[in-house]
């Protein structure tokens, strides 16, 4: 199976990451590491929608993507990709390292899971964390009281928010047979695509974009391994889409991280890369 890691510009968060050369680097290696521990992935190559703001390891082939719809638009350049370099691969795996954790033991979940990839399109989906499920904290202000981001509670006069019957009234309807949790150690288990991570089986492919489904998804592990990265462990993707945040603050953080195993998170001269990832 062919493997593909894709950058984009996608949303606010995506753009903060993939400004920074480090943090681009720093993702790129890790999924570099977790493809090493999976024979079965062979390596494709790195898919951009925008240039990328570091330069990739020697030998290891860059596509630029189209506008329009992501998933599309990857799924489109691999297919001409594997024509054109004479693949016969039928089964492709995306990699988006800046939408979501990638870590060892979730690609070794789902890569496992995939023996075939039975449908068009199957995505790894994760747990909600408590920062982010939607679960917790449901009652939201009212927008009229929504400025740059932050919330303005006048001292008197209407009620400020809204409850998730209101709200969301679907999810309301799934949960209300337990009500809301007292606690964010009793939140149901709520599952949740990140964007991270599919599978494609190219024959099986819609002729149109909007034709294109999620078929079926892989529930994989949230928990990084010990080995595993420092991104992964933070809250970075559990953190608004649409919010912008100190970048500084998280490259300063990580190359005190990588210092401490004696190597450097700013842009390292080009290496080579493998044309095929061995265990």
């Not at 691999?78 to 800046?98: H, S, T």
Request: with cysteine.
């Amino acid at each position: 199976m062919k493997a593909f890691i894709s950058f984009g510009y996608y949303d606010i968060r995506e753009q903060q990451l993939t400004s920074s050369p480090g943090i681009v680097r720093y993702l790129l290696d890790d999924v570099l590491r977790c493809l090493e521990q999976c024979p079965e992935l062979s390596l494709g190559g790195v898919l951009y929608a925008q240039e990328l703001s570091c330069s990739l390891p020697a030998g290891l082939p860059s596509y630029k993507l189209r506008s329009g719809e992501r998933t599309w638009e990857e799924l489109s350049a691999i297919r001409k990709i594997l024509e054109e370099e004479g693949f016969d691969d039928n089964e492709v795996m995306v990699f988006r390292p800046a939408q979501g954790a990638i870590h060892a033991e979730r690609v070794l979940h789902f890569s496992e899971s995939l023996n075939p990839v039975a449908s068009a399109l199957v995505v790894s989906v994760v747990r909600f964390m408590s920062l982010s499920h939607p679960m917790w904290n449901v009652q939201v202000a009212d927008q009229r009281f929504l400025s740059a981001g932050s919330i303005r509670q006048p001292r008197s006069g209407r009620k400020l928010v809204a409850p998730l019957a209101k709200l969301c009234p679907e999810l309301w309807k799934a949960s209300k047979a337990k009500g809301l949790a007292s606690g964010s150690q009793h939140l149901q288990s709520l599952f949740h695509d990140d964007q991270a991570l599919y599978a494609a089986r190219m024959d099986l492919l819609p002729e149109k974009s909007e034709h294109l489904e999620v078929s079926e998804s892989v529930i994989c592990p949230t928990d990084p391994g010990a080995g595993d990265n420092i991104l992964s462990r933070l809250p970075v993707f559990q953190m608004s889409r649409s919010q912008v945040f100190d970048v500084t603050g998280l490259e300063a953080l990580l190359e005190r991280l990588v210092a401490c195993k004696g190597e450097s998170l700013r842009v390292r001269a080009a290496e080579s890369a493998p044309t095929r990832i061995h265990a």
